[in-house]
């Protein structure tokens, strides 16, 4: 046993030495086959990304430069549909909107992977720790229109880190930009800016050279003075006449423990790192590690104080998330006006699913044997791990340690991935039913669109549709011009105009009220019957009844026709004119077309 052992450690030992980094070019081929072979038939996370966030590029791109958006709720200020990623925006100019998205996953895919891979490998000297830490983290099920928000974490780490140790100063400037004009502000910007400025504070109290930090701080600060410009416009000279719907934004509690509790097992919105695993194993070798921290030599050491701030500050910002969300913060935030109502600062919780991968890889190379120069046959250990035993000497051991405490979080990786989702997909791609998902040709319909849209024969300009039971995003993406729509930040005019319509329908169902008026970002026809939803399925077949919608007012806003996701059974008693049923094979939505008379 100690001879197979001591075989593995020397098999070990020389894949370490390797660069592994090419490993990822492998997996990607294995990830995107799927979607490769499905074409427009492939699979993607739709809420918050298929359904709204890609009107912020396809339609800021149809009107770049502009100052308004035409098709979208009578006309949108552009600020209304920012891009997350400006840099991508090229992309939506020079490709149709699905090649676009996908050159897009491809880059997120490579940043991840490379940024996670290079970063474990300078903190960790370890190639194995470095790519298995990268391929969990590049297969997450991320969200391609957030850009580098989450996923360029672990890239703008490196870059700072390389700048703190004077190397390769170029590279990490230009990472550190590469994040900036690939990410937003206020979705992660401001956390790394804030741990920034912590970084450059805790090098002048030990009086270490800040200079390379700083200028990565104000490029980092450039990149999001020219990508988020109107925003800073608004923070500091206002909006003028402007009123965003924003000001009616009343947000709600939660119980401090158990949000706490639920941000640390599981993360929350929009990205989900699965640790909740990882943090029982975490505390334990932390605490190990302490009985030998004292006869660890320097790098080690310094590992393991890096792992336990790591730890501490992933701990604080559940607590962190958990004091936003705690029912006195929130009576204060709504109390407030302007920028500090609605700005959600407890988004630090989207640094988690880097944070805690990289949290263990730190953890376990502090059991790593400390390599010598050049070695590639022996480690060289501190006087703790002479008192150890063979066992904490051996990478084998090390590996299924790691592999063991990892291998909950892969497993549910792999579960929720997009590449399992496609191969799912692509294998029961001729029955749509089994799988359930919704695919991007599905979701945008264009053969449905096309339908409809010689069905009316008329120029889209001319004319404006709204939505019922399905999301406007499916129209818009198509050309046509819109009464509803979803954007964070339109005319508090036009959302009390909006209501008008649905005033009647709100009025019947109290909680859909609250909905629309204590968020209102989503302006959408909301009713008694099907309440919010906005994705009824042509397998749905709803049917409408005594819908109370204020035809006349929805006339106001341009309108000229709905398209329904189910059938409005009294559609002519109640002023409307049905034109038909419009569906096809692959299409996810069944559309009735009704006329305002």
Known sequence: ????????????????????????????????????????????????????????????????????????????????????????????????????????????????????????????????????????????????????????????????????????????????????????????????????????????????????????????????????????????????????????????????????????????????????????????????????????????????????????????????????????????????????????????????PAGWLLELAVIISCWWPVRKEDDEEKASYGKADAGQGKLWQSETILCVIFAGILLPVVIKIAANSFFYQNVNQYNNRTRPEITGYITWEGYYSEDVMKQIDEKIGKDKKTYRVAHLGMNPGVSLMHGFYTVDGYSNNYSLEYKHKFRKVIAKELEKVPATASYFDDWGSRCYLFNSQSGTAYMLSKRDQVKYQGLEFDLDALKDLGCEYIFSAGEIRDAEQTGLKPLGYYESDTSYWGIWLYELN
């Open 1 to 352: 046993m100690k001879n197979l052992i001591k075989t593995l450690d020397r098999c070990l030992r020389w894949i370490d030495h390797k660069p592994l980094w090419l490993f990822g070019f492998l997996l990607f081929a294995v990830a995107f086959a799927p979607i490769a072979m499905l074409g427009e038939g492939c699979v993607f996370t739709w809420h918050d990304q298929l359904d709204e966030s890609m009107m912020n590029y396809v339609l800021t791109a149809r009107h770049l430069g502009q100052s308004e958006i035409p098709e979208m709720m009578g006309g949108i200020r552009a600020s209304g549909i920012t891009p997350s990623a400006i840099l991508f925006l090229p992309l939506f100019l020079l490709l149709s909107p699905f090649k676009a998205f996908l050159t897009a996953y491809v880059f997120i895919f490579f940043c991840a992977f490379l940024g996670t891979y290079f970063l474990v490998k300078e903190l960790t000297e370890s190639n194995l720790l470095a790519v298995a830490t990268a391929s969990c983290f590049a297969m997450l099920p991320y969200y391609v229109i957030y850009g580098l928000s989450q996923m360029g974490i672990p890239m703008v780490i490196l870059g700072f880190l390389y700048l703190c140790r004077k190397k390769r100063i170029l590279p990490a400037l230009g990472m550190i930009a590469l994040f900036g004009f690939c990410s937003h502000l206020v979705l992660t910007g401001y956390c790394v800016l804030g741990f920034a400025v912590l970084l450059i504070l805790y090098r002048l109290i030990r009086k270490e050279e800040i200079k390379h930090c700083l200028i990565g701080f104000f490029v980092l600060l450039g990149t999001y003075v020219i990508s988020c410009f109107r925003l800073f416009q608004e923070i500091l000279f206002g909006t003028g006449d402007f009123v965003s719907h924003r000001v009616e934004t009343v947000s709600g509690s939660q119980p401090f423990f158990e949000t706490v509790w639920s941000v640390l097992k599981e993360g929350s919105q929009h990205m989900y790192g699965y640790q909740g695993t990882l943090i029982l194993p975490m505390i334990l070798l932390l605490a190990v590690g302490a009985f030998f921290l004292r006869g660890w030599e320097k790098e080690r050491r310094t590992r393991y104080w890096i792992a336990l701030g790591g730890f501490v500050v992933l701990i604080g910002i559940a607590v962190f998330f958990g004091i936003c969300k705690s029912e006195p913060v929130v009576q204060w935030k709504n109390g407030q006006a302007g920028f500090l109502r609605y700005f959600q600062m407890e988004r630090f919780y989207w640094l988690y």
